[in-house]
C-alpha cells in the first residue's frame, strides 16, 4: 500500500519508467548496455515506490502510552526549553528518518488538537541543533487525558521540501492514524512533560504506531 500523498509521483515515474523502458529498447542495440540502462531505470521507480510506501499497522490504542509517530533513530533525549508554546522545560526525544524509512506520520496520543502551524524556514540537515527552530516545520499539540499536552514538531531537512500535515485546530485525533507525511527524509520532535518516563535510549530503532515512547504507569 502507498501513501495518498506520493500518488502523482508514483504515476509521473510509472510513466516515465515505460517510456524510457521503450525508448532503451528501441534505440540502443548494444546488449550489455541496453540490459545496464533498464536496471538503472527500474531501480529508480523501486526507489521511488518504496519511499511512499505506507505499511498497514494494528495500533495497541492506549491513553497510558506515547506512541511513535515515525519510523526512524531515536537521536536525542534531553530536556530543553520549548520557546514556540510552552515557553518553560519540556522533555525532548528526536527521531531521525533516513530516505529509505517509510516517512508516515502519525499522532502518538488519542486527544484533541489545541494548536497547529505551518513554519517557513531553512532546510539545514534534520540532525543539526538549530533544524528545530529554524528549519520548515510544523508544529502540533495535542491535549490527551493522561499525559496533558503533547507537541511533536515535523522537521524539514536538506532533502525533504515539502512537510503535509493533516492536524486542524479543534479536531479529536485518534492515536496512531495518519497525521501527516513528510518527503525525502527529516525528522520529527516530542516534547513530553517534564518526569515522563521514557521507553526509549538512544540509537535505538523506533517504528511508527508500534515503538512505545513513554509509559505512565498507574
Not at 4 to 17: M, N, P, R
Not at 101 to 122: A, D, E, L, M, Q
Not at 151 to 175: C, D, K, P, S
Not at 207 to 218: C, E, L, R
Amino acid at each position: 500500500m502507498f501513501h495518498k500523498e506520493g500518488g502523482k509521483i508514483i504515476l509521473i515515474a510509472t510513466t516515465l519508467t515505460v517510456v524510457f523502458l521503450l525508448l532503451t529498447d528501441r534505440f540502443i542495440d548494444i546488449f550489455w548496455l541496453k540490459k545496464a540502462i533498464e536496471v538503472l531505470i527500474v531501480i529508480m521507480l523501486l526507489l521511488v515506490l518504496q519511499f511512499f510506501r505506507n505499511p498497514k499497522r494494528e495500533v495497541a490504542i492506549n491513553d497510558n502510552h506515547i506512541i511513535a509517530p515515525v519510523d526512524g533513530k531515536v537521536v536525542v533525549i534531553e530536556e530543553v526549553f520549548e520557546d514556540e508554546y510552552f515557553k518553560d522545560k519540556r522533555l525532548q526525544v528526536s527521531i531521525f528518518m533516513s530516505p529509505i524509512n517509510v516517512h508516515v506520520t502519525r499522532y502518538p496520543v488519542n486527544g484533541k488538537i489545541n494548536f497547529s502551524k505551518y513554519h517557513p524556514g531553512k532546510y539545514l540537515v534534520a540532525w543539526h541543533p538549530k533544524a528545530s527552530t529554524e528549519n520548515e516545520r510544523t508544529t502540533v499539540v495535542v491535549e490527551n487525558r493522561v499525559f496533558g499536552e503533547i507537541l511533536y514538531r515535523q522537521i524539514a531537512g536538506a532533502l525533504a521540501r515539502r512537510i503535509v500535515n493533516y492536524a486542524e485546530t479543534g479536531m479529536q485525533v485518534v492515536q496512531g492514524t495518519d497525521a501527516g507525511f513528510i518527503k525525502f527524509g527529516s525528522r520529527v520532535d516530542l516534547f513530553l512533560p517534564i518526569g515522563t518516563e521514557v521507553n526509549v535510549k538512544l540509537n535505538e530503532t523506533a517504528v511508527g504506531g508500534k515503538t512505545i515512547i513513554a509509559i505512565k504507569k498507574a
